[in-house]
């Protein structure tokens, strides 16, 4: 603990409170913080030290009467009525001015699609390509338009000072424009369930160019991989590995793990082969057929999911079956048999 | 308050030891009375609000759903109960001046009444049952139960028209430039844009014949799911009401019995008074139900 | 019962025989006492119960917390849902059981009529009502935590659901999905609230019909302004947070769709309802506690409360502003910006009457003669507390800041410093203020004052590193976080230990208290207002005749008399020239 105590310490001076700020207007939101901060310094400490004056000045003491003091003072009511409200009010402008500017995104914004589900984001661009990190191009204004497919979830980046729920049955947007480059953290902070607090990922800020460069390869990066790779990543970053481990611990789904070409027994009672056609249905229809054991939790991958990467993850869970001396049994020969 | 002498001798069988003087033991209960009262009005007002509010977003719901209450019945249940109401009056000041026979009638009355208005609110009730449009899960219109003809499916591509203000959707995202990420949503998507309430523009396809007949196929397509909605407010209202009517007939029935051994008279009625005042508040909240419920225009 | 009532009135009944705890025996004489000062105690009982089972819970969820990762559980998803469960009924439990019913029920129930010159409430059969629909409520939420461990440490799946784990505020749709007990904890909140409201009745005719000859609405106790306060907010919000709960349990039972959004409904509607009474409901929290500490200040500072008019009106403000504040729960849930504004602003105005009572406090104690006794340390502390709650919501007030700042954990130290400490610190003072009353036993002065100490020094190291962590961006209600903030959960966890050691402190003291403590006299702390007039503790029926009243913080007729170890009421006219038209009480004792 002391090396991280001396770390917090040594960061002090400018970011002892907010984070390191990113964002056009997280300076502004820091200037209203600080003027509120100094507000409050200053009225605690007046509070504190009245209050230790007075209790030491005025203490008891043995057989002495307290003098007659006044029990009202119109004077002092109306200051210690006025002056706060005065405050108050020059607090509730700077807020309200800056508020307004993280409300109003620029005409020229870049727009991304995101969606929340339990318990992970996808990041939708322009042409087509979906991810699970946000990556942004550096000084230039972005608006999110925000969507949950479930509950209520609700995007932050602490360094953009930008939050917003993501309500199911309403499109919620914001916007900000990224002034560093680099990663920054993005929580979910409306609670939504069991992995509430998995649900973060990160904002990349690149530069313009590297930002068009990583969204035209990001495009069609499943096709360039060999199929089972692709697979794995998908598996990483389309929201399976929440649920399916590939070490044959079960969480919320089956594992992947040794499950390929085996009969696996159904909610209903009945079994099915795990094969193409069992995978393609489970991503795409997942309700129909429900593995014993699990609840039907999980939600349709049905125009998520492009047919080359259907392919990919089916690919990929085929490699997780027991190595090929075993390909020569009767269920190796049933998953020959359908081709 | 000031009568302090009264509390040494002859104290009244029914004034508690906390109280100096019989007035000052009705005033108090008067009092709470009007206190929980308002308690009252206020949860019909959470009620009252939810209505507002989705009376607000969807007018078309509402008046689609409306042609379905029966406002004979309705209308016939708002006399009963103004009766009752009257009665309930009488019987108060029959207790004020101690005509027993006229409080145990007029009591009866009223009983009478409560259980006349719960007879035809079973009656509707019974109808709605029957045709499928009860509460919750039940209703014919619930998306949950709805069958395809009912209720567009979700996860398809819709027709353009399903959607008007919204962006463009399904499977045809991925091949176009400048679209939302492929649909994987599993509930409604809002027919307007993003910020403040959900709201939705009035539908053209209504406006010419607004106080006609409409049936669900004049309804923009987003709302035919919605037409539930209706229904479930209409249960909430009337079902809470409804159980307030029947509190307010065990209140009664309670008086009955305590009239009819004569225990209330001139100086002791705060009871009476009390369930009258109670009496009143549901008949006013009816009245508020009923025109908000069954004569939308 | 109420035959028994009319004793002759001479005379002061002091004999051991004829107070409220020993009149009477055996467990049907309480169970079925329609006595305010015997029911008060069992709601002390029960919610202390209830508040120590919540402080468990705490304890539990700071210890998960005192590393990233799993805990207390070696699996991830268990201990997630561990610990989602634990923060959830935490919540629930410690807002709906111990801090909206403790001051009111506890000690307003024990001390109002007391303060009224009355014998009792306006409604006694309402008020014993009142107590049971309370124990049918937590019965509830006993139940809800019964079923989570049948489910988790038994395995059995119940048809119900086991446990609960929806955060205190029920958000739909997550409440209307999940698998947990939701709508018997649904049902439980809502027969609490109805309990709440009940008392709230019952206090507002008490103190419209019952005060005595003398004691005009301006010559009241402030607690009686403050409980009026907190009676009218809990009589005019509760049932709005009754019928939204309901139609929750409709939602989930019957699946009628008014607030989930893939039936058509709309979830930000639940948080409108919500808010509308929750918000509130943090001032009938906040409320008593300052009537509680403008009696204390009085008193131990031996001198007439600053400001009297100023305090009274700004609780009645308080009561009335804090219903129009409900929408700055939802500045990120995507309302106008316009409502937004309207909310903030309106925010802001709140904090005018909290300030003008911290002034007038402060005021108080300028040329008193300061007597630091447990009760006024706890006084001190509430002032310190509250100030710093208080100030920190103008960080949240200001629309700017308060969208970095919600939902993290700067939120969770406001309201702990608000809710916690300024409620809590109030709470216990008020406890070791009228404990002497209550019991006719002194607690140990010397441990009460050790034990304040480390409550407040506790309290500060759980909390107050929780505002620097929020401003880091450490999001609430995170089972999981970035090692990035270990320091803070770890300085946070440390103190909630050692809170919880003060707590128990507390709790020993008192107990103590009851089997050692020396008797107390009537009045030990020279308060002026009508409960130090009558014995400790008070005989079955309070007051033997109706009461006359004057100032009630003119403390000039009581002189400390060594031999009692108590004040004693000084006959003929010691007060130089009085300032108001001659108190002229009378009652002896």
Same mark, same amino acid.
């Given at each position: 603990?002391?090396?991280?105590?001396?770390?917090?310490?040594?960061?002090?001076?400018?970011?002892?409170?907010?984070?390191?700020?990113?964002?056009?207007?997280?300076?502004?939101?820091?200037?209203?913080?600080?003027?509120?901060?100094?507000?409050?310094?200053?009225?605690?400490?007046?509070?504190?030290?009245?209050?230790?004056?007075?209790?030491?000045?005025?203490?008891?003491?043995?057989?002495?009467?307290?003098?007659?003091?006044?029990?009202?003072?119109?004077?002092?009511?109306?200051?210690?009525?006025?002056?706060?409200?005065?405050?108050?009010?020059?607090?509730?402008?700077?807020?309200?001015?800056?508020?307004?500017?993280?409300?109003?995104?620029?005409?020229?914004?870049?727009?991304?699609?995101?969606?929340?589900?339990?318990?992970?984001?996808?990041?939708?661009?322009?042409?087509?390509?979906?991810?699970?990190?946000?990556?942004?191009?550096?000084?230039?204004?972005?608006?999110?338009?925000?969507?949950?497919?479930?509950?209520?979830?609700?995007?932050?980046?602490?360094?953009?000072?930008?939050?917003?729920?993501?309500?199911?049955?309403?499109?919620?947007?914001?916007?900000?424009?990224?002034?560093?480059?680099?990663?920054?953290?993005?929580?979910?902070?409306?609670?939504?369930?069991?992995?509430?607090?998995?649900?973060?990922?990160?904002?990349?800020?690149?530069?313009?160019?590297?930002?068009?460069?990583?969204?035209?390869?990001?495009?069609?990066?499943?096709?360039?991989?060999?199929?089972?790779?692709?697979?794995?990543?998908?598996?990483?970053?389309?929201?399976?590995?929440?649920?399916?481990?590939?070490?044959?611990?079960?969480?919320?789904?089956?594992?992947?793990?040794?499950?390929?070409?085996?009969?696996?027994?159904?909610?209903?009672?009945?079994?099915?082969?795990?094969?193409?056609?069992?995978?393609?249905?489970?991503?795409?229809?997942?309700?129909?057929?429900?593995?014993?054991?699990?609840?039907?939790?999980?939600?349709?991958?049905?125009?998520?999911?492009?047919?080359?990467?259907?392919?990919?993850?089916?690919?990929?869970?085929?490699?997780?079956?027991?190595?090929?001396?075993?390909?020569?049994?009767?269920?190796?020969?049933?998953?020959?048999?359908?081709? | 308050?000031?009568?302090?002498?009264?509390?040494?001798?002859?104290?009244?069988?029914?004034?508690?030891?906390?109280?100096?003087?019989?007035?000052?033991?009705?005033?108090?209960?008067?009092?709470?009375?009007?206190?929980?009262?308002?308690?009252?009005?206020?949860?019909?007002?959470?009620?009252?609000?939810?209505?507002?509010?989705?009376?607000?977003?969807?007018?078309?719901?509402?008046?689609?759903?409306?042609?379905?209450?029966?406002?004979?019945?309705?209308?016939?249940?708002?006399?009963?109960?103004?009766?009752?109401?009257?009665?309930?009056?009488?019987?108060?000041?029959?207790?004020?001046?101690?005509?027993?026979?006229?409080?145990?009638?007029?009591?009866?009355?009223?009983?009478?009444?409560?259980?006349?208005?719960?007879?035809?609110?079973?009656?509707?009730?019974?109808?709605?049952?029957?045709?499928?449009?009860?509460?919750?899960?039940?209703?014919?219109?619930?998306?949950?139960?709805?069958?395809?003809?009912?209720?567009?499916?979700?996860?398809?591509?819709?027709?353009?028209?399903?959607? !008007? @203000?919204?962006? %463009?959707?399904? &499977? *045809?995202?991925?091949?176009?430039?400048?679209? #939302? =990420?492929?649909? /994987?949503?599993? +509930?409604?998507?809002?027919?307007?844009?993003?910020?403040?309430?959900?709201?939705?523009?009035?539908? !053209? @396809?209504?406006? %010419?014949?607004? &106080? *006609?007949?409409?049936?669900?196929?004049?309804? #923009? =397509?987003?709302? /035919?799911?919605? +037409?539930?909605?209706?229904?479930?407010?209409?249960?909430?209202?009337?079902?809470?009401?409804?159980?307030?009517?029947?509190?307010?007939?065990?209140?009664?029935?309670?008086?009955?019995?305590?009239?009819?051994?004569?225990?209330?008279?001139?100086?002791?009625?705060?009871?009476?008074?009390?369930?009258?005042?109670?009496?009143?508040?549901?008949?006013?909240?009816?009245?508020?139900?009923?025109?908000?419920?069954?004569?939308?225009? | 019962?109420?035959?028994?009532?009319?004793?002759?009135?001479?005379?002061?009944?002091?004999?051991?025989?004829?107070?409220?705890?020993?009149?009477?025996?055996?467990?049907?004489?309480?169970?079925?006492?329609?006595?305010?000062?015997?029911?008060?105690?069992?709601?002390?009982?029960?919610?202390?119960?209830?508040?120590?089972?919540?402080?468990?819970?705490?304890?539990?969820?700071?210890?998960?917390?005192?590393?990233?990762?799993?805990?207390?559980?070696?699996?991830?998803?268990?201990?997630?849902?561990?610990?989602?469960?634990?923060?959830?009924?935490?919540?629930?439990?410690?807002?709906?059981?111990?801090?909206?019913?403790?001051?009111?029920?506890?000690?307003?129930?024990?001390?109002?009529?007391?303060?009224?010159?009355?014998?009792?409430?306006?409604?006694?059969?309402?008020?014993?009502?009142?107590?049971?629909?309370?124990?049918?409520?937590?019965?509830?939420?006993?139940?809800?935590?019964?079923?989570?461990?049948?489910?988790?440490?038994?395995?059995?799946?119940?048809?119900?659901?086991?446990?609960?784990?929806?955060?205190?505020?029920?958000?739909?749709?997550?409440?209307?999905?999940?698998?947990?007990?939701?709508?018997?904890?649904?049902?439980?909140?809502?027969?609490?609230?109805?309990?709440?409201?009940?008392?709230?009745?019952?206090?507002?005719?008490?103190?419209?019909?019952?005060?005595?000859?003398?004691?005009?609405?301006?010559?009241?106790?402030?607690?009686?302004?403050?409980?009026?306060?907190?009676?009218?907010?809990?009589?005019?919000?509760?049932?709005?947070?009754?019928?939204?709960?309901?139609?929750?349990?409709?939602?989930?039972?019957?699946?009628?769709?008014?607030?989930?959004?893939?039936?058509?409904?709309?979830?930000?509607?639940?948080?409108?309802?919500?808010?509308?009474?929750?918000?509130?409901?943090?001032?009938?929290?906040?409320?008593?506690?300052?009537?509680?500490?403008?009696?204390?200040?009085?008193?131990?500072?031996?001198?007439?409360?600053?400001?009297?008019?100023?305090?009274?009106?700004?609780?009645?403000?308080?009561?009335?502003?804090?219903?129009?504040?409900?929408?700055?729960?939802?500045?990120?849930?995507?309302?106008?910006?316009?409502?937004?504004?309207?909310?903030?602003?309106?925010?802001?105005?709140?904090?005018?009457?909290?300030?003008?009572?911290?002034?007038?406090?402060?005021?108080?104690?300028?040329?008193?003669?300061?007597?630091?006794?447990?009760?006024?340390?706890?006084?001190?502390?509430?002032?310190?507390?509250?100030?710093?709650?208080?100030?920190?919501?103008?960080?949240?007030?200001?629309?700017?800041?308060?969208?970095?700042?919600?939902?993290?954990?700067?939120?969770?130290?406001?309201?702990?410093?608000?809710?916690?400490?300024?409620?809590?610190?109030?709470?216990?003072?008020?406890?070791?203020?009228?404990?002497?009353?209550?019991?006719?036993?002194?607690?140990?002065?010397?441990?009460?004052?050790?034990?304040?100490?480390?409550?407040?020094?506790?309290?500060?190291?759980?909390?107050?590193?929780?505002?620097?962590?929020?401003?880091?961006?450490?999001?609430?209600?995170?089972?999981?976080?970035?090692?990035?903030?270990?320091?803070?959960?770890?300085?946070?966890?440390?103190?909630?230990?050692?809170?919880?050691?003060?707590?128990?402190?507390?709790?020993?003291?008192?107990?103590?208290?009851?089997?050692?403590?020396?008797?107390?006299?009537?009045?030990?702390?020279?308060?002026?207002?009508?409960?130090?007039?009558?014995?400790?503790?008070?005989?079955?029926?309070?007051?033997?005749?109706?009461?006359?009243?004057?100032?009630?913080?003119?403390?000039?007729?009581?002189?400390?008399?060594?031999?009692?170890?108590?004040?004693?009421?000084?006959?003929?006219?010691?007060?130089?020239?009085?300032?108001?038209?001659?108190?002229?009480?009378?009652?002896?004792?």
């Amino acid at each position: 603990m002391p090396p991280s105590v001396i770390a917090v310490l040594a960061q002090l001076p400018d970011t002892f409170w907010m984070p390191p700020s990113a964002s056009s207007y997280s300076g502004d939101v820091d200037r209203v913080f600080y003027l509120i901060l100094w507000i409050c310094a200053l009225m605690f400490a007046l509070v504190a030290a009245l209050m230790t004056i007075f209790v030491v000045r005025y203490r008891r003491r043995e057989g002495k009467a307290p003098p007659p003091a006044p029990s009202f003072g119109t004077a002092l009511e109306i200051t210690w009525t006025v002056i706060p409200t005065l405050v108050v009010i020059v607090i509730f402008y700077f807020g309200f001015r800056t508020f307004l500017d993280m409300a109003t995104p620029p005409p020229n914004a870049y727009d991304i699609q995101v969606t929340a589900f339990k318990w992970g984001w996808a990041f939708g661009y322009p042409n087509g390509h979906v991810d699970n990190r946000l990556h942004v191009p550096l000084d230039r204004p972005v608006r999110l338009v925000l969507r949950s497919e479930d509950v209520i979830h609700s995007l932050y980046v602490p360094a953009f000072r930008v939050k917003k729920d993501v309500v199911p049955g309403r499109y919620n947007t914001i916007w900000f424009q990224a002034t560093k480059a680099g990663e920054f953290d993005l929580f979910c902070t409306e609670y939504c369930g069991t992995k509430h607090s998995d649900m973060a990922t990160v904002v990349v800020v690149q530069e313009p160019r590297e930002f068009e460069r990583w969204l035209d390869d990001a495009g069609n990066w499943a096709e360039k991989l060999p199929p089972a790779e692709a697979g794995r990543k998908l598996w990483e970053i389309r929201g399976c590995k929440q649920c399916h481990t590939l070490d044959g611990s079960s969480r919320i789904g089956p594992s992947f793990l040794a499950i390929w070409g085996k009969e696996r027994p159904l909610s209903d009672g009945s079994t099915v082969l795990v094969d193409e056609n069992y995978v393609r249905e489970s991503i795409l229809d997942p309700s129909t057929r429900i593995a014993a054991g699990y609840e039907n939790v999980m939600p349709t991958y049905r125009g998520r999911l492009k047919d080359s990467e259907i392919t990919a993850l089916i690919e990929f869970i085929k490699s997780l079956a027991p190595a090929p001396a075993e390909a020569g049994t009767p269920t190796g020969g049933g998953e020959d048999g359908q081709r | 308050m000031t009568t302090g002498g009264a509390s040494e001798t002859g104290r009244p069988p029914h004034l508690a030891h906390h109280f100096e003087s019989s007035s000052q033991q009705v005033e108090t209960g008067k009092l709470g009375m009007w206190i929980f009262l308002s308690t009252e009005i206020l949860m019909f007002g959470g009620l009252f609000c939810a209505y507002s509010v989705y009376r607000a977003n969807h007018p078309d719901i509402f008046f689609y759903g409306h042609q379905y209450l029966d406002t004979m019945l309705g209308a016939v249940n708002t006399v009963v109960l103004i009766a009752s109401s009257l009665t309930m009056a009488w019987a108060v000041r029959c207790a004020q001046l101690g005509k027993q026979r006229g409080l145990v009638g007029f009591l009866a009355l009223t009983l009478v009444g409560g259980a006349g208005f719960m007879g035809i609110k079973a009656v509707e009730y019974t109808h709605k049952w029957h045709t499928g449009k009860w509460v919750g899960t039940a209703n014919m219109y619930h998306p949950a139960k709805a069958d395809g003809s009912m209720a567009p499916p979700k996860t398809e591509a819709d027709p353009a028209g399903a959607e !008007p @203000a919204g962006p %463009p959707s399904g &499977a *045809e995202a991925a091949s176009q430039p400048f679209a #939302p =990420p492929p649909d /994987r949503s599993q +509930v409604l998507m809002p027919s307007t844009g993003p910020s403040g309430m959900v709201a939705l523009e009035p539908s !053209p @396809a209504l406006e %010419p014949k607004a &106080a *006609e007949h409409v049936e669900l196929e004049d309804l #923009p =397509p987003a709302e /035919r799911e919605r +037409v539930h909605i209706f229904f479930q407010i209409y249960f909430m209202m009337t079902g809470l009401h409804g159980l307030h009517v029947l509190i307010g007939m065990g209140l009664l029935a309670w008086l009955l019995v305590r009239a009819a051994r004569g225990v209330f008279g001139p100086r002791y009625y705060a009871p009476v008074d009390c369930v009258g005042l109670y009496w009143h508040l549901v008949d006013l909240i009816w009245i508020f139900l009923f025109p908000l419920l069954y004569l939308i225009h | 019962m109420s035959t028994g009532t009319t004793t002759t009135g001479a005379g002061a009944t002091t004999g051991a025989n004829d107070n409220y705890l020993t009149c009477d025996r055996g467990i049907r004489s309480w169970l079925l006492t329609l006595d305010h000062k015997r029911i008060g105690l069992m709601y002390m009982v029960v919610i202390l119960a209830s508040f120590f089972l919540g402080g468990l819970f705490a304890v539990l969820l700071r210890t998960e917390l005192i590393n990233p990762g799993p805990t207390l559980l070696a699996e991830e998803e268990r201990a997630w849902d561990f610990y989602n469960h634990m923060f959830t009924l935490h919540g629930a439990v410690m807002v709906f059981m111990f801090i909206i019913p403790g001051i009111p029920a506890i000690l307003g129930n024990f001390v109002l009529p007391l303060m009224l010159g009355a014998r009792d409430v306006a409604f006694p059969r309402l008020n014993l009502m009142s107590f049971y629909l309370w124990l049918i409520g937590g019965a509830f939420f006993v139940w809800v935590l019964l079923s989570g461990v049948i489910e988790v440490w038994l395995g059995i799946d119940l048809p119900g659901g086991g446990g609960l784990d929806t955060g205190w505020t029920f958000y739909t749709p997550y409440s209307t999905t999940t698998s947990s007990a939701v709508v018997p904890a649904l049902l439980g909140a809502f027969t609490l609230g109805f309990s709440s409201i009940l008392t709230g009745v019952n206090f507002i005719a008490s103190i419209h019909m019952l005060r005595p000859e003398g004691m005009r609405w301006f010559r009241m106790p402030l607690m009686l302004w403050a409980l009026y306060g907190t009676s009218v907010i809990q009589v005019l919000a509760t049932p709005v947070l009754g019928i939204t709960l309901l139609l929750l349990v409709a939602e989930r039972v019957l699946g009628v769709g008014i607030f989930d959004p893939s039936l058509g409904g709309d979830p930000v509607l639940f948080q409108h309802f919500f808010w509308f009474y929750s918000h509130p409901a943090v001032y009938i929290m906040i409320l008593p506690a300052m009537g509680i500490i403008s009696e204390l200040i009085s008193v131990f500072s031996r001198k007439h409360i600053f400001g009297y008019k100023f305090i009274a009106f700004s609780s009645i403000a308080i009561a009335l502003l804090g219903f129009l504040v409900w929408g700055h729960h939802m500045f990120t849930s995507g309302q106008s910006a316009l409502a937004n504004a309207i909310f903030s602003l309106l925010t802001f105005s709140v904090s005018i009457p909290s300030a003008i009572k911290v002034f007038n406090w402060l005021a108080t104690l300028y040329r008193g003669s300061i007597w630091l006794a447990t009760p006024l340390l706890y006084a001190l502390g509430f002032i310190l507390l509250f100030a710093l709650g208080g100030l920190t919501g103008l960080f949240l007030g200001a629309l700017a800041t308060d969208i970095h700042f919600h939902d993290t954990y700067f939120i969770v130290a406001h309201f702990h410093y608000v809710m916690m400490g300024s409620t809590l610190f109030a709470f216990i003072g008020g406890m070791y203020y009228w404990w002497p009353k209550m019991f006719g036993k002194m607690y140990s002065e010397l441990w009460g004052r050790i034990s304040a100490v480390v409550v407040f020094i506790g309290f500060n190291l759980t909390f107050f590193v929780q505002f620097v962590a929020g401003s880091q961006g450490m999001p609430r209600r995170y089972a999981n976080y970035a090692d990035a903030y270990t320091v803070y959960h770890q300085i946070s966890t440390i103190g909630s230990y050692v809170l919880a050691v003060g707590l128990v402190m507390v709790g020993f003291n008192w107990l103590h208290a009851l089997v050692r403590g020396r008797t107390a006299p009537a009045n030990p702390w020279g308060g002026n207002t009508l409960e130090w007039h009558c014995p400790s503790p008070p005989p079955h029926h309070n007051f033997s005749r109706p009461q006359r009243v004057g100032d009630p913080y003119e403390f000039r007729r009581w002189r400390f008399d060594p031999e009692i170890d108590g004040y004693v009421r000084v006959e003929g006219d010691p007060v130089a020239p009085a300032p108001e038209p001659a108190p002229a009480g009378t009652t002896d004792s």
